[in-house]
């Protein structure tokens, strides 16, 4: 009897989880509501039968809850999505001492509480992609990063968890004037789980890793009534887009040391990683030179009237905000007006955000601006800029969130507001750019939403000769329409230079020469990707093998293998996750190949017959996962970045991997059989991966026997 809420393997028989003492409910009885034991077949209160339809075991099903495009997306993707090790974030929802509240009413009205409990919970676990897991009887344990990866999975908990307290504050309230102190109380923990089996009707099993799911429980436990507190590990990955109280170390049952617990304390000051990181403090800006010269181009081409749109694509973290942030800096420097605008990776979840970012910078809305103030504003340089657009006043203040009671908006469908947005920012920025030069940046468009990139499309077209420069960044695989405009070009970001990681480096880590034997592998792991630099130096520092300050670390003891950090495990999985299901096998089966591999042997072992493996690895070249290394006398791909292919080999169960790795040993077994010495060696290694040492041992021998049977050319004599 395992415990929906901990996970905790119980013998038969228990009513209470041994390991964290909640009960193991079945349901509510129907005439009392007397939470009963699983196994119960009577009401251990009022003695009615009680027979437990499927349903009742363990709440509604999954199927009947998850939003349709998320349901159809896990059950096209769920072969791919069995088996694999996700980063996740663990939301616990419950509601304080609900036994005792149970008991102060009667049953039928405690069902009704719960239920509209139950529906606020899906709502808000739903709205950020998360997933019900299971019904502990009086709350919920929700998932979010599995099935489907998501990077930023414990931000997406916390925004559901603050969004879920204000939403049960609200229904707390009205349930208090019934006379029942109704209050929940949340907890969350970052850490891994491997998925397991997912049904039809989207169950899904999970076996957590750690203490990934307990702790979350815990933590939910200590919390205070109504307060969401979060561990170490998720803390870590929000501080910055959350704001945090710190309350010190705590003792929990189970866990060996002690675990630092946050209460979390609203939305923060920052939206992206990035504004993050500069909130830190950034690192010495390296290389990019070429790349700033073409933006330098475009921006003398705009001042000409010539308008230009550069779109700026590369890879999580290779450095698209700080190139453009780098950029504009030197515009504002220059005094030319720079908007901007971003993204959010839960963009559906909030349509419009970067709409109404752009809006706030065109108006100069701050933060502590009154609603009348923003309305002002909005009103006032309508009128300057663009007087024939004035009356989409409401519309925008409906945008902006401060609509205006003497003037509401009128009632459109979402198409149509979504061309009349369209219009009035393509009107704003026509007059913004009849005034002179200007640049409006907009990042993260594939994150934007539907309404959102249709804006986008209206700024590329107010773009044209005028005198603007619209800069625009996205990851590769995103292809907005707008990409063959004559006046578009685009700067595909390459890995930062040998030089340049030295250079970036030197900067975090100092120059202690203790650490001499780090840059290199440092370097190599990271292929030139500054995101992972940045993580892989913290992690380092964070595990204690690096001593010291940030800029003047030293070495503290040997690092054999450097491990993947937790953040950009989570943004390459979402990556690959991304792909669709037969480009995700190809792949899962070429990282167990190694970092390089043929096409005639990924031919050969991958599992299910693709009538067109050509087609998928022009799709993982298209999204810049491999690149082809030659092409004669085969075909040889290899990994792009080093890291995609560990994370790709690593999320896998190691069953499913050994048995890739076997068939990786057969294959190449037939495929070179008339020159066996020479790929021995790669043989021995795949069948050790695949658990068969002694075979492993036979070709080790013939490797050996190989290497010394080569004629070696003979020195030449000198004469
Ligand atoms: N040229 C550079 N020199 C020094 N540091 C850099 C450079 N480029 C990026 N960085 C640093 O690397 C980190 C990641 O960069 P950035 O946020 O710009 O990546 P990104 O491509 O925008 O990623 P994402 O797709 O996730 O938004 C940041 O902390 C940034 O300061
Ligand atoms: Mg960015």
């Not at 001492?97 to 409990?117: K, N, P, Y």
């Not at 502990?136 to 930023?152: K, N, Q, R, S, V």
């Not at 429980?217 to 887009?241: K, N």
Request: proline share 5%.
């Amino acid at each position: 009897m395992t415990c929906a809420r901990c996970g905790f393997a119980n013998p038969e028989g228990m009513g209470f989880c041994g390991e964290c003492g909640s009960a193991l409910v079945v349901h509510s009885c129907p005439r009392c509501g007397f939470h009963s034991p699983r196994d119960f077949t009577f009401c251990g209160k009022c003695g009615i039968r009680l027979e437990p339809t499927r349903e009742s075991e363990s709440g509604p099903l999954p199927r009947a809850y998850t939003p349709r495009h998320l349901a159809e997306k896990v059950l096209r993707l769920r072969d791919a999505l069995q088996g694999e090790r996700k980063q996740v974030t663990v939301l616990f929802a419950d509601v304080k001492e609900s036994l005792s509240l149970a008991e102060q009413i009667d049953a039928e009205t405690w069902h009704q509480v719960l239920d509209r409990f139950f529906a606020i919970l899906a709502e808000g676990v739903h709205r950020f992609e998360g997933t019900i897991n299971q019904y502990t009887g009086d709350g919920i344990m929700a998932l979010f990063g599995a099935p489907i990866a998501h990077e930023d999975h414990a931000q997406r908990a916390c925004h559901a968890a603050w969004y879920l307290r204000e939403a049960l504050r609200r229904y707390a309230d009205s349930v208090r004037l019934r006379g029942l102190n109704f209050s929940v109380r949340m907890g969350l923990n970052s850490g891994e789980v491997v998925v397991g089996k997912i049904g039809d009707d989207l169950r899904m099993d999970y076996t957590a890793q750690g203490h990934t799911v307990g702790l979350a429980a815990r933590m939910e436990q200590i919390a205070e009534a109504g307060s969401v507190y979060v561990t170490q590990s998720t803390a870590r990955l929000v501080d910055g887009f959350f704001r945090l109280r710190d309350l010190g170390e705590t003792r929990v049952k189970g866990v060996q040391d002690t675990v630092r617990v946050y209460e979390l304390e609203g939305v923060g000051g920052h939206q992206s990683r990035f504004e993050v990181s500069r909130a830190r403090g950034l690192s010495r800006f390296v290389g990019r030179g070429d790349e700033l010269s073409v933006l330098d181009v475009a921006l003398h081409r705009a001042g000409a009237g010539d308008g230009q749109v550069v779109g700026i694509i590369g890879e999580a973290g290779m450095g698209k905000s700080r190139l453009c942030y780098e950029f504009v800096e030197r515009c504002r420097a220059r005094g030319l007006p720079v908007v901007q605008a971003h993204g959010v990776a839960h963009g559906e979840a909030v349509p419009l955000t970067p709409v109404s970012m752009m809006l706030r910078g065109f108006f100069e809305i701050g933060d502590s601006d009154s609603e009348a103030t923003v309305r002002d504003k909005v009103a006032g340089r309508m009128l300057r800029l663009a007087p024939e657009s004035t009356e989409m006043l409401p519309v925008l203040y409906d945008c902006l969130g401060v609509p205006d009671p003497d003037q509401p908006a009128p009632v459109i469908d979402a198409l149509t507001r979504q061309h009349a947005l369209g219009r009035v920012v393509m009107a704003l920025l026509q007059a913004q750019a009849r005034r002179g030069l200007h640049v409006l940046l907009l990042e993260d468009l594939h994150w934007f939403d539907r309404d959102s990139a249709a804006v986008v499309t209206a700024c590329v077209e107010a773009a044209a000769d005028s005198h603007s420069l619209l800069i625009v960044n996205f990851r590769p695989d995103h292809r907005p329409e707008w990409m063959t405009k004559s006046y578009y070009q685009q700067i595909a970001l390459r890995p930062l230079s040998t030089d340049a990681v030295g250079e970036l480096l030197g900067d975090l880590l100092g120059d202690d020469p203790s650490l001499a034997p780090l840059e290199p592998m440092i370097r190599k792991r990271t292929g030139g990707n500054p995101f992972f630099v940045e993580e892989i130096v913290c992690t380092l520092a964070e595990s204690g093998s690096l001593g010291g300050d940030p800029g003047s670390y030293r070495l503290l003891r040997p690092v054999e293998t450097i491990a993947v950090p937790a953040t950009v495990q989570a943004t390459l999985t979402a990556r690959i996750d991304r792909l669709d299901e037969s480009a995700k096998a190809v792949l899962h089966t070429a990282a167990v190949i190694g970092k390089e591999f043929t096409e005639a042997l990924l031919q050969r072992v991958v599992e299910s017959a693709l009538p067109d493996l050509g087609t998928t690895i022009e799709v993982l070249m298209r999204s810049e996962f491999v690149s082809e290394r030659a092409g004669h006398p085969q075909r040889v791909y290899a990994f792009k970045h080093p890291l995609t292919q560990e994370v790709a080999y690593r999320s896998q169960l190691a069953e499913r991997r050994a048995s890739t790795h076997a068939a990786v040993a057969r294959a190449l077994e037939e495929l070179h059989a008339g020159r066996l010495g020479e790929q021995a060696a790669f043989i021995a290694h795949h069948w050790e991966a695949a658990n068969k040492p002694y075979i492993a041992a036979r070709w080790r021998r013939r490797a050996a026997l190989h290497v010394t049977t080569i004629q070696l050319p003979r020195p030449q004599r000198r004469r």
